[in-house]
């Protein structure tokens, strides 16, 4: 139902910053509670941040707090990341993912509705 394209990734040195943007297709994007997620090769996919359907509450894991910061413009259909003073153990394909739910948790793929394909975040040391 909902169509979710990122972008914003690319290269940048350790200590600098980035900001993603995933863009959703359709009107009901104010109907999804939105979530970020990394995948680093090797690695499990990890979840990031969070953020409900309103913006007023938002969930970051214990690694990214401080750093990053996730906000949604639902007259846009668009949430972001913005990721400030970025280590190389960022480095990863973040995905943008949709959830329909009202009460799962945010913090486990298996929540989620609808996934993008991935943007590539390079920190190079």
């Known amino acids: 139902q909902v169509q979710l394209v990122e972008s914003g990734g690319g290269l940048v040195q350790a200590g600098g910053s980035l900001r993603l943007s995933c863009a959703a297709s359709g009107r009901t994007f104010s109907m999804y509670r939105m979530g970020w997620f990394r995948q680093a090769p090797g690695k499990e996919r990890e979840f990031v941040a969070a953020?409900?359907?309103?913006?007023?509450?938002?969930y970051y894991a214990d690694s990214v707090k401080g750093r990053f910061t996730i906000s949604r413009d639902n007259a846009k259909n668009t949430v972001y990341l913005q990721m400030n003073s970025l280590k190389p153990e960022d480095t990863a394909v973040y995905y943008c993912a949709a959830d329909e739910g009202w009460s799962g948790s945010l913090y486990y793929v298996g929540e989620y509705d609808y996934w993008g394909q991935g943007t590539q975040v390079t920190v190079s040391s």
């Open positions: 953020i409900s359907r309103n913006g007023v509450s938002t």
